[in-house]
Nanobody, 126 residues
Framework: QVQLVESGGGLVQAGGSLRLSCAAS????????MGWFRQAPGKEREFVAG????????LYADSVKGRFTISRDNAKLTVYLQMNSLKPEDTAVYYC???????????????????WGQGTQVTVSS
């Protein structure tokens, strides 16, 4: 089992940057595929980005491709989401999620993930 705690959210102007972090507990962090999801008011939770257990493969939603970068540091039990060129439509609560899977494919659907953090608010003003 793993516990996840997100940080790094906040208020930023359009065009700005933020880096989200997700700190995990437990010694099996390197056995998990990690994902970032977001949920805006009145909308369903959607996939943002994911990274395999080794960091060797990543996947991005089309809406963030080229602007966001996911990475992980297994020694620090942390996964990051660097968000650049932020837009007002990026405003949402961002969640970190973990899937116990050591494969080479990132899972993009929320139901595939077993563990979730509490979320961190990102607000982008125009």
């Amino acid at each position: 089992q793993v516990q996840l705690v997100e940080s790094g959210g906040g208020l930023v102007q359009a065009g700005g940057s933020l880096r989200l972090s997700c700190a995990a507990s437990g010694r099996t962090f390197s056995s998990y595929t990690m994902g970032w999801f977001r949920q805006a008011p009145g909308k369903e939770r959607e996939f943002v980005a994911g990274v395999t257990w080794s960091g060797g493969s990543t996947l991005y939603a089309d809406s963030v491709k080229g602007r966001f970068t996911i990475s992980r540091d297994n020694a620090k039990l942390t996964v990051y989401l660097q968000m650049n060129s932020l837009k007002p439509e990026d405003t949402a609560v961002y969640y970190c999620a973990a899937k116990p899977y050591r494969g080479t494919v990132v899972a993009p659907r929320p139901y595939e993930y077993d563990y979730w953090g509490q979320g961190t608010q990102v607000t982008v003003s125009s």
